[in-house]
């Protein structure tokens, strides 16, 4: 009996007031389609969302946390950097 | 028979086929092969558990002796189950469950299309509702048979074994007599007609790209229709029966 565990995958899903897919768990499954279908058995049970996404987990890339201060602390007091000095007419949404 | 018993009869014998499929893959919970399996299994059962409700509870009201949907599910005796053989089948390994899961599944899907043109209201909205479920039931079912199929030499071996084992229940599926009769003769629910041959097309499709076997040997089992069932229900039914009778009228 084979000990392999199936490739993990993330899962990300929409709800449906949302805009963008929310990062809600992992789950283990042998391929795409699967992964689709465990994600909907196991993260939208309770109307979670209306779209899923799944990525292997192994194509996902992130920032070193003791990276943090150096990539993230030097925005902090740029403030040209946001565009705060316009007057946003009530017509423009999402800005 | 009357038009109304006639219902009565029909809408129990689907109502038993949901109750007792969805009593037996509940006995998988906390027991499923894979984490995310054993939650899909589970909520397969729900669904089919929630169909027995509608159905079971309509049946109640169509039989017109007060009986509600709890009384007709945890209070009868076995010969007074209508249910196909199929589905109180034991659930077998994993493979076993989804090929009985695969059977019933793509009947389901064909026979819930038609349903849900029937004049009669209530069992199309039920019809409907189920419709929905039950795609996503065979998607699942189907890309089992067709992985564990065509999958290791020991899949192949296990899922064959079922089929082989199980495939002697299909026919039932399509049994009818004088309840179905009267029904579609009065227009109540639409013709069978054609049912078996799509079931057929699609089932050998599956199997075909499963790489599997359909088996030669032409006996077949029937019986549940009329209350004459295997040894698997009479000891099913001490499980889902057991709250009821023990704690008269208990509610959660």
């Known amino acids: 009996m084979s000990n392999q ?19 809600v768990g992992s789950l283990r499954a ?3 389609v699967m992964a689709i279908e465990n994600a ?9 969302g209306i779209s899923i996404w799944v990525v292997e987990s192994k194509h996902v890339f992130a920032s070193e946390p003791n990276d943090a201060d150096s990539l993230f602390e030097p925005a902090d007091s740029k403030v040209y950097r946001h565009p705060t000095f316009y007057d946003v007419p009530d017509e423009v949404s999402h800005m | 028979m009357n038009i109304q018993e006639a219902l009565f009869q029909y809408v129990l014998r689907l109502g038993d086929d949901s109750l007792i499929l969805g009593h037996r893959l509940s006995e998988w919970c906390g027991h499923g092969p894979v984490l995310e399996e054993d939650i899909a299994t589970i909520n397969i059962s729900l669904d089919l558990i929630g169909q027995a409700t509608n159905l079971l509870e309509y049946a109640g009201k169509l039989e017109g002796k007060g009986r509600d949907e ?3 599910a945890f209070l009868r005796l076995e010969h007074e189950y209508k249910n196909i053989l199929l589905v109180e089948q034991t659930n077998g390994d994993f493979g076993k469950t989804m090929m009985r899961q695969f059977f019933f599944d793509s009947y389901r899907k064909l026979l819930f299309d038609r349903l849900v043109k029937s004049p009669d209201v209530q069992l ?6 189920a419709l929905k479920e039950t795609k996503y039931h065979l998607k699942h079912s189907s890309e089992w048979i067709i992985r564990l199929g065509d999958g290791t030499e020991e899949s192949h071996r296990r899922i064959q074994d079922s089929l082989d084992a199980l495939y002697k229940y299909s026919n039932e599926l399509f049994f009818t007599d004088e309840v179905e009769d009267t029904l579609v003769e009065n227009g109540v629910i639409p013709s069978l007609d054609g049912l078996e041959d799509e079931w057929n097309t699609y089932v050998q499709a599956i199997l075909k790209e499963a790489t599997l076997t359909i088996p030669t040997n032409n006996w077949k ?6 209350g004459k069932h295997t040894e698997h229900l009479g000891m099913l039914l001490t499980e889902l029966q057991y709250m009821q009778r023990a704690y008269p009228n208990m509610k959660w």
């Open chain 1, 5 to 23: 565990e199936w490739p993990l995958w993330e899962v990300f899903i929409r709800s449906k007031q949302g805009l963008n897919h929310k990062h």
């Open chain 1, 30 to 32: 042998s391929d795409e």
């Open chain 1, 40 to 48: 909907r058995d196991v993260y939208t049970r309770r109307s979670e």
């Open chain 2, 70 to 72: 709890d009384a007709i």
């Open chain 2, 124 to 129: 199309a909205a039920i019809a409907d509702k």
């Open chain 2, 221 to 226: 089992q029937s019986g549940g229709r009329l």
